[in-house]
Every structure is written in structure tokens, then in C-alpha cells.
T-cell receptor, first 115, second 118 residues
């Protein structure tokens, strides 16, 4: 079974609108971290935001926020006020504290921002 | 500037010709790893290293070798490349220092190496 599931292969959003990219995860480890990365067409992987399993507040970084619902095991990325430069692949990842040193990545969601 | 540097960015080679992709980080990170990215398969870890002289297999280690003789460098070696190793490769590092501190340490990625084996 996949540990990280991103159910939206592709998403479209109008410039300046908000968009939510879904991520659900599966773990029995009480200690884990959830990460989101952006991969533009140029190919590099850019770290966006982190949420720890014990964090009480949802993480925010500028226009990025993470909607963390622990009981539902979801960690959705919210991008507010979308910009054309947000068009990219987005990957959700999880690193379990008690597991191996191998973070798990989802298959990614392609986001296209329309002008 | 804190970064992970991998070279080359692009590499075209022939089956069986040994090659090395270099990776260096300047953040004094103990943890380093290699990933390959293939369409529809996402990122899969090849090898990782928790410290100098300490390496271990990831999910897809077959056909690859690594070494960690210095903390900052973690080269990926393909002794006899084959066409199924054509892929986009990433090196990454993290300040993860142990099993109970790894989960809050993001990976910092290099810019990628696009390898084609003909």
C-alpha cells in the first residue's frame, strides 16, 4: 500500500485564486514529518513547507499553508493568490521517525495556473 | 550560499561505460542520499548515507554504487550503465542526525542530472 497518496494528477487554477493540492498518508508511527516540494519545468526540487506530527498549528510559509488534519491523515497544501510561476509539479513526502532513513514521496500533482 | 551541487547536469553515455555523478553539499549535513525520478513512478531512493563511511541501500539500489569518504561528498557510480538506468537523478542532503531527529529535517536537493544511456 502506498504511504503517500496524491489523488490529483493534474489541477488547473486561475491566476490570483487559491488552490488546494491533496495529500493523504498512512503511518502507524506517532512521530513523523510531512513535507511539500515544488518541481518547476526546469527540474529542480524546491522545499516549500514542513509539518510535524506533534505540531498543534498548521504550518504557513508566505503564500503556502498546510492544512493538517491528523485524524484524517491528510496534509493538503494550500496556495493562496496563485501566480503564473506556481505552475509546476508538487510532491508530498513523509519521513517517519521510527522507520528507516528513507522518506516516502507521493507521485505528484501537476498544477497549471491560467492567466 | 547553502547548496547541494551535483554534476553533470546532462550526461549521455553508452551501455557498459562506467560513469560517476558527483554530489557535494556545503551545509555540514550528515545525511545524504540519491534518488531517481521516472515518469509515473515518482522519486525512488537509491542509496543513503548517515555519515562518513556509513551507507545503506534505498528502494532501488541494483546497478548503483556509492561512497562516502568525506562528509561533504557523496558520488553515485554506475559501473556498467544500462538503458533502464536512463532517468533524472537527484542528490539530496539533510541535517537528520539520527532515527529520532530525521523526521523534522527537510531534504535539500541538487539541481538534478539527466542521464541517458543508449
Amino acid at each position: 500500500a502506498q504511504k503517500i497518496t496524491q489523488t490529483q494528477p493534474g489541477m488547473f487554477v486561475q491566476e490570483k485564486e487559491a488552490v488546494t493540492l491533496d495529500c493523504t498518508y498512512d503511518t502507524s508511527d506517532p512521530s513523523y514529518g510531512l513535507f511539500w516540494y515544488k518541481q518547476p519545468s526546469s527540474g529542480e526540487m524546491i522545499f516549500l513547507i514542513y509539518q510535524g506530527s506533534y505540531d498543534q498549528q498548521n504550518a504557513t510559509e508566505g503564500r503556502y499553508s498546510l492544512n493538517f488534519q491528523k485524524a484524517r491523515k491528510s496534509a493538503n497544501l494550500v496556495i493562496s493568490a496563485s501566480q503564473l510561476g506556481d505552475s509546476a509539479m508538487y510532491f508530498c513526502a513523509m519521513w517517519e521517525a521510527g522507520g528507516s532513513y528513507i522518506p516516502t514521496f507521493g507521485r505528484g500533482t501537476s498544477l497549471i495556473v491560467h492567466p | 550560499e547553502a547548496q547541494v551541487t551535483q554534476n553533470p547536469r546532462y550526461l549521455i553515455t553508452v551501455t557498459g561505460k562506467k560513469l560517476t555523478v558527483t554530489c557535494s553539499q556545503n551545509m555540514n549535513h550528515e545525511y545524504m542520499s540519491w534518488y531517481r525520478q521516472d515518469p509515473g513512478l515518482g522519486l525512488r531512493q537509491i542509496y543513503y548515507s548517515m555519515n562518513v563511511e556509513v551507507t545503506d541501500k534505498g528502494d532501488v539500489p541494483e546497478g548503483y554504487k556509492v561512497s562516502r569518504k568525506e562528509k561533504r561528498n557523496f558520488p553515485l557510480i554506475l559501473e556498467s550503465p544500462s538503458p533502464n538506468q536512463t532517468s533524472l537523478y537527484f542528490c539530496a542532503s539533510s541535517s537528520a542526525g539520527g532515527p529520532h531527529s530525521s523526521y523534522n529535517s527537510p531534504l535539500h536537493f541538487g539541481n538534478g542530472t539527466r542521464l541517458t544511456v543508449t
